[in-house]
C-alpha cells in the first residue's frame, strides 16, 4: 500500500513555498507600476490556499513513513503539480494554458526551452518568475539527486549514496542537515555569480536572473539574443565558469567543506567532465579558427561558452551554431546526449553513466582477448556494486528509446527529421536548444503545434527524473500491494 | 603469436575462389558480345596468380592452427583483401578506385550502396559479378556468424554456440560439416527464390541476379528503379518472403532439417522479429492508408515491402519512402538500427540484442520496486550465462559510439546532418539507403567527396564484423604475446 498521506503533506509544502515565490515578481511589478502583479498576487494566494489545504487535511501526528513506492509517487507527483502552479502566472500574460505549463516545466525542469517571444518588452515580474523557476527547480533537482534518486536506485544513482553503510529501507533521517547544506553551497554560487555579473557590466536585474539560470544550468535569458545580448568576453567567462560549477558533482562539494578539499580533483567523474569539456571546446576552436577563420581569441571564447552551455545543458546561446557549418552541427546534436556529473542541476546521459559504460566495453575487449581472465570494475577506487552496470545499461536503454520514441511522435505530428530528433533529444536532456529552423538556437518552440508542446513537456520531465522514477509507475506491479 | 600460415593459407584459398566467381561475368559478357569481359578476364587470372602464391607459400603439412586471435585477424584481414581484389573488375569499368572499392565493399558486406548510375545501361557481367557478391558475401556472413563469432564470443554471438558442451579454445572441427549445411541451405533459398521471380515474369538474368541479392538481404538492383522497375505485387510479396527468411536464424533452419521443424516456431528470436516487423507494417500500412488516403490493399504491400527491405537491411525500394512525410521518415530513420536476427545475412544491432536489453531493463524495473528480490534472466529458455548482458551491453555502445563518430566525421566533409546521421546508420547496419536528397532511397552515393566513400566503407566493414571483430585488432595489447 501506498501512503498518500504523508506524500500530501510533503506537497502542500512545496506549493506553499512556491506561492511565497510568487510573492517576488508581484513586488517588482508594484515597484515598476506594471499591472501584471495583480496576476502574481492573485496566483499567490490561490496557491497558498490549495497548499494550506493540504497541509491541514494531511497533517498526522504519525511520524511522516515515505517507502520506496513514496518516494517515486511524490517526486513525480511534486514536479506535475508545481509546474501546473508555476503555470498559472505565466498563462496570466495572456499565452495559452498549454504554452505556459510548457514554459513552467522548462523552467522547473532547467530546460530552457521557451515559447515566450519579445522578452525584452516584457514586464520584469515575469521574466523574474522564470528565472526563479530555474532557481528552484536547480535546488530540487540536487536534493532529489543527492537524497532521493540513490535510495530509490535509479539508474545506477546508488552508486552516490552518501553513507555507504546506511542501506535501510527509509530516506536516511539525516536528509534535513543534507537539504541545508546542498542549499547553502548552492545559495553561496548563485551570490558569487550575481556579484561578478554585476561587477562585470549587467544589470542588477540581468545579473540576478542570470545568476539564477547560470548556476541552476537552466539557461533562461532576460534577453531575446540570449547571452549574446551583453556582447562581453569577460561575462561570457564568467558565465562558462558558474555553468561548469552548476554541472559539478555537488555531493564532492559537501566533502570539499567538510575538509577534503582534494576530493574535488581526485573524483573520477570530476576529473572524466573536464578533461571530456575541455577537449571538445578544443576542437571546436580549432575548427572555428582555421576553417572559419577567427582569430583563436575569440574561436575560444564562442566555442568555449557555446560547448559549455550545451554540456552542461544550460542552453545559452551567445551565437547561432548551427551557421558554423555540418561538423558544429553533428558535434552539437551528439553533445546533447552527455549531460555533466550526477548530482548536479545538468541533465542528458550523465559523466558516470558513460564512464561506468566504457569501463564495461573495454573489460569486454579483455574478455574478447583472453576469455578466462577475471575483470573486476574499479569506479571512482572502489570495486563496482554488483547492480551498477545493470542499472546505469538500463538507463541507457530506456534513454535512447525514449529519444527515438518522441523523435517518432514528434515527426508524426509533421515536424521534419532534425526538429523532431533534436527537440527529443534536448528535452529528454533539458538541455534547451534544439537544432533546425524552428527549435535551433535561434529559433523559438511557440511555433511547433500544441499537442508537441505537451509531448516535449512530458519528455522534460521524464528526463529531469532519470526516466524510471515516472516509468515505475506506469507499472502495474507497482500499484499492486 | 599470431600464427600467420594458417591466416595466408586460408586467405589463398577464398581468392581463389573469388577469382573463380569472375569468370562468371567474362562468360556473360562474351555471350553478349562485350568487350568488357576482358576486364573479368584479366582480374580473374591475376587474382587467382596472387591467391595460388599465397597458397604455395602457406602449404604446410603441420595441421592447422586457428586460435582466437588468428581468428579476429583472418576474419578481418579477409573482408579487406577480398573487397580490394573484388573492386578490380569494377574499376576496369571505368570507375576511380575509390568508386570501385566502395562497390565491392557495399556487395561482399551486402549494404547495398551503390555509387553507379545508369544501371540498365550497362553491361551484363557488371552486373550479374555486384550480386554475385553480395550472394558470396551473404554466405560469407552466415558462416562467420555461425562459426567464427560465438567462439570469438564477439558482442553476445556465445549465445549461439551450436554446441553448449564444446568451449575448447580451438574453433570446432566440426566447421567443414557445418559450413555445407548452411551453404546447401542458402543455395536452396535462392534456387527458390529465383525460380519464384521468373515463374512470376522477370526475365531469367533480372531471376537471378535479384534472387542473389535478395536472399543476401543485400539489396543491389540491376535498374535504376530498384525493385520499383517491375511494378508488380506478386513479385514484390515473393521479395518479402525471402527477405525474411534470409533474416531469420541460420541456426534454427539447420535444427528445423535435423528434424525439428517446431525450432523455427518456438525460437524466441524468431518469434520477436517477426513480431515487431508485423506490428511496424501494419503501423505504417495504417498510416498510408489513413493520411496518404491509399487504398488498404495497397498501402499494405508498399509499407510491408520498404519496412521489410531496411528492417532485413535489405536496402530495396519499391517508392521513394521519404515522401511519405516525416512521420514515415522517423520511423524508417531508426528502423536503420534494428536488424534481422543472428546468425543470419542481415545487420543493424539484431533482434536478440535487444531482447536481451530489454530482459535487463525490466529486471531492473523489478530491482527497483522490489530491492531485495533476485531476478533470473532467461532467453529463449535457458538461463542467459552471465557474459552475454555485459557483451551485448559493451556492443550497444560501442555501436552508438561508432554512428556517432562516423556522422561527425561525415559531417565534417562537409554532409549535412540528415545526410550524414543517415549515411552512418545505414553503413554501419548495412542497409544500402540512408535519408536526404543524396544517400536517400532515391538517391546516390556517387556525388559524396572521395574521402567519404573510404569512411563509409570502413562503416561497412566495422558493422559487417560486429564491430569488435576489428577494433580488437586496434588495441596494442592484442599484438602483445
Not at 511522516?64 to 501546473?84: H, M, S
Not at 523574474?128 to 536534493?143: H, N, P, T
Given at each position: 500500500m501506498?501512503?498518500?498521506?504523508p506524500?500530501f503533506?510533503?506537497?502542500?509544502?512545496m506549493?506553499?513555498t512556491?506561492?511565497?515565490?510568487?510573492?517576488l515578481?508581484?513586488v517588482?511589478?508594484?515597484?515598476?507600476?506594471?499591472?501584471?502583479w495583480?496576476v502574481?498576487?492573485?496566483?499567490?494566494?490561490?496557491?497558498?490556499f490549495?497548499?494550506?489545504?493540504?497541509?491541514?487535511?494531511?497533517?498526522?501526528d504519525?511520524?511522516?513513513r515515505?517507502?520506496?513506492?513514496?518516494?517515486f509517487?511524490?517526486?513525480?507527483?511534486?514536479w506535475?503539480v508545481l509546474?501546473?502552479?508555476?503555470?498559472?502566472p505565466?498563462a496570466?500574460?495572456?499565452l495559452s494554458?498549454?504554452?505556459?505549463?510548457f514554459?513552467?516545466?522548462?523552467?522547473?525542469?532547467?530546460?530552457?526551452?521557451?515559447?515566450?517571444?519579445?522578452l525584452?518588452?516584457l514586464?520584469?515580474?515575469?521574466?523574474l518568475w522564470r528565472?526563479?523557476?530555474?532557481g528552484?527547480g536547480g535546488?530540487?533537482?540536487?536534493?532529489?539527486?543527492?537524497i532521493?534518486l540513490?535510495?530509490?536506485r535509479?539508474?545506477?544513482m546508488?552508486?552516490?549514496q552518501?553513507?555507504?553503510?546506511?542501506?535501510?529501507?527509509k530516506?536516511m533521517?539525516?536528509a534535513?542537515?543534507?537539504?541545508?547544506a546542498?542549499?547553502?553551497?548552492y545559495l553561496?554560487?548563485?551570490?558569487a555569480?550575481?556579484?561578478?555579473?554585476?561587477l562585470?557590466?549587467?544589470?542588477?536585474?540581468?545579473a540576478?536572473?542570470?545568476?539564477?539560470?547560470?548556476?541552476a544550468?537552466?539557461g533562461?535569458?532576460?534577453?531575446d539574443?540570449?547571452?549574446?545580448?551583453?556582447k562581453?568576453?569577460?561575462?561570457e567567462?564568467i558565465c562558462?565558469?558558474f555553468?561548469i560549477?552548476?554541472a559539478?558533482?555537488f555531493?564532492?562539494?559537501i566533502?570539499?567543506?567538510?575538509?577534503?578539499?582534494s576530493a574535488?580533483?581526485?573524483?573520477?567523474?570530476?576529473?572524466?567532465f573536464?578533461?571530456?569539456?575541455?577537449?571538445?571546446?578544443?576542437?571546436?576552436?580549432?575548427w572555428?579558427?582555421?576553417?572559419?577563420?577567427l582569430?583563436?581569441?575569440?574561436a575560444l571564447?564562442?566555442?568555449?561558452?557555446?560547448v559549455?552551455?550545451?554540456?552542461?545543458?544550460?542552453?545559452?546561446?551567445s551565437?547561432d551554431y548551427?551557421?558554423?557549418?555540418?561538423?558544429?552541427?553533428?558535434?552539437f546534436?551528439?553533445?546533447?546526449?552527455?549531460?555533466?556529473?550526477s548530482g548536479?542541476?545538468?541533465g542528458?546521459?550523465?559523466i558516470y553513466r558513460?564512464?561506468?559504460?566504457?569501463?564495461?566495453?573495454?573489460s569486454?575487449?579483455v574478455?574478447?582477448?583472453?576469455?578466462?581472465r577475471?575483470?573486476?570494475l574499479?569506479?571512482?577506487?572502489?570495486r563496482?556494486?554488483?547492480?551498477?552496470?545493470?542499472?546505469?545499461v538500463?538507463?541507457?536503454a530506456i534513454?535512447?528509446?525514449?529519444?527515438?520514441?518522441?523523435t517518432v511522435?514528434?515527426?508524426?505530428?509533421?515536424?521534419?527529421?532534425?526538429?523532431?530528433l533534436?527537440?527529443?533529444?534536448?528535452a529528454?536532456?533539458?538541455?534547451g536548444?534544439?537544432l533546425g529552423d524552428?527549435?535551433?538556437?535561434s529559433?523559438n518552440?511557440?511555433?511547433l503545434?500544441?499537442?508537441a508542446k505537451?509531448v516535449?513537456?512530458?519528455a522534460?520531465?521524464?528526463?529531469r527524473?532519470?526516466?524510471f522514477t515516472?516509468?515505475?509507475?506506469?507499472?502495474?506491479?507497482?500499484?499492486?500491494n
Amino acid at each position: 500500500m501506498i501512503h498518500f498521506r504523508p506524500i500530501f503533506f510533503a506537497l502542500g509544502l512545496m506549493l506553499c513555498t512556491l506561492a511565497s515565490a510568487m510573492v517576488l515578481p508581484a513586488v517588482i511589478d508594484v515597484a515598476d507600476g506594471h499591472e501584471n502583479w495583480r496576476v502574481f498576487f492573485t496566483s499567490a494566494v490561490f496557491t497558498f490556499f490549495i497548499g494550506g489545504l493540504l497541509i491541514l487535511v494531511a497533517n498526522d501526528d504519525s511520524p511522516p513513513r515515505l517507502g520506496v513506492k513514496e518516494g517515486f509517487f511524490l517526486t513525480t507527483l511534486c514536479w506535475i503539480v508545481l509546474t501546473a502552479f508555476a503555470a498559472i502566472p505565466i498563462a496570466g500574460l495572456g499565452l495559452s494554458y498549454t504554452d505556459a505549463y510548457f514554459e513552467a516545466m522548462s523552467g522547473l525542469t532547467t530546460t530552457g526551452s521557451t515559447v515566450l517571444t519579445r522578452l525584452d518588452d516584457l514586464p520584469r515580474g515575469i521574466l523574474l518568475w522564470r528565472a526563479i523557476l530555474q532557481g528552484l527547480g536547480g535546488l530540487g533537482i540536487i536534493v532529489m539527486a543527492i537524497i532521493m534518486l540513490p535510495f530509490l536506485r535509479v539508474g545506477g544513482m546508488q552508486l552516490f549514496q552518501m553513507e555507504q553503510s546506511d542501506r535501510s529501507e527509509k530516506v536516511m533521517p539525516r536528509a534535513a542537515e543534507l537539504t541545508l547544506a546542498i542549499a547553502g553551497i548552492y545559495l553561496a554560487m548563485i551570490v558569487a555569480c550575481i556579484a561578478m555579473y554585476r561587477l562585470f557590466g549587467m544589470t542588477p536585474f540581468d545579473a540576478i536572473c542570470h545568476g539564477l539560470t547560470t548556476v541552476a544550468t537552466a539557461g533562461f535569458s532576460t534577453h531575446d539574443e540570449s547571452f549574446g545580448f551583453f556582447k562581453s568576453a569577460p561575462l561570457e567567462w564568467i558565465c562558462i565558469f558558474f555553468m561548469i560549477l552548476g554541472a559539478l558533482p555537488f555531493v564532492v562539494f559537501i566533502k570539499a567543506i567538510r575538509g577534503h578539499p582534494s576530493a574535488l580533483l581526485k573524483d573520477t567523474q570530476v576529473r572524466g567532465f573536464l578533461m571530456f569539456l575541455g577537449s571538445v571546446c578544443l576542437i571546436m576552436s580549432a575548427w572555428l579558427a582555421t576553417v572559419h577563420g577567427l582569430p583563436f581569441g575569440e574561436a575560444l571564447r564562442k566555442a568555449t561558452f557555446n560547448v559549455t552551455s550545451i554540456v552542461t545543458t544550460t542552453g545559452y546561446a551567445s551565437d547561432d551554431y548551427s551557421q558554423w557549418g555540418p561538423f558544429a552541427v553533428g558535434i552539437f546534436f551528439l553533445l546533447m546526449f552527455v549531460g555533466g556529473c550526477s548530482g548536479s542541476t545538468s541533465g542528458g546521459i550523465k559523466i558516470y553513466r558513460l564512464q561506468v559504460t566504457s569501463l564495461l566495453t573495454r573489460s569486454h575487449f579483455v574478455h574478447l582477448m583472453s576469455p578466462n581472465r577475471v575483470v573486476t570494475l574499479v569506479y571512482n577506487g572502489r570495486r563496482l556494486p554488483s547492480d551498477v552496470p545493470f542499472s546505469v545499461v538500463a538507463f541507457l536503454a530506456i534513454y535512447m528509446s525514449t529519444v527515438g520514441l518522441f523523435t517518432v511522435t514528434l515527426a508524426a505530428m509533421g515536424l521534419d527529421l532534425v526538429t523532431a530528433l533534436s527537440a527529443a533529444a534536448q528535452a529528454v536532456g533539458n538541455v534547451g536548444p534544439g537544432l533546425g529552423d524552428y527549435v535551433g538556437p535561434s529559433g523559438n518552440y511557440a511555433s511547433l503545434p500544441s499537442a508537441a508542446k505537451w509531448v516535449l513537456s512530458a519528455a522534460m520531465l521524464l528526463g529531469r527524473l532519470e526516466l524510471f522514477t515516472v516509468l515505475v509507475l506506469l507499472r502495474i506491479e507497482f500499484w499492486r500491494n
